[in-house]
């Protein structure tokens, strides 16, 4: 079963930072990269074979902050 997941990321400006989240976000195994926009992201992923923290981990480790959005 998968998931649908929005995410809020702070710290994005421009295109390149898109480029870098959305390759950060397809490293991690079981997530299926909808969008990814200026300040966030849509994606869907495998419960069985990451968690959300591992996802928002992904994004902070190349230097933005990921928190799922409301």
């Known amino acids: 079963m998968e998931n649908t997941l929005k995410l809020s990321i702070d710290g994005m400006h421009c295109g390149a930072c898109v480029s870098r989240v959305t390759t950060a ?4 195994e079981g997530v299926e990269v909808g969008t990814v926009d200026v300040g966030s992201a849509s994606l869907v992923f495998d ?3 990451t968690s ?3 996802i928002t981990a992904a994004v902070d480790r190349i230097g933005f ?5 409301d």
Do not use: M, Q, T
């Open 25 to 28: 976000l397809k490293g991690v």
């Open 47 to 49: 419960p069985a074979k």
């Open 52 to 54: 959300i923290e591992k």
């Open 65 to 69: 902050s990921a928190r799922v959005a």
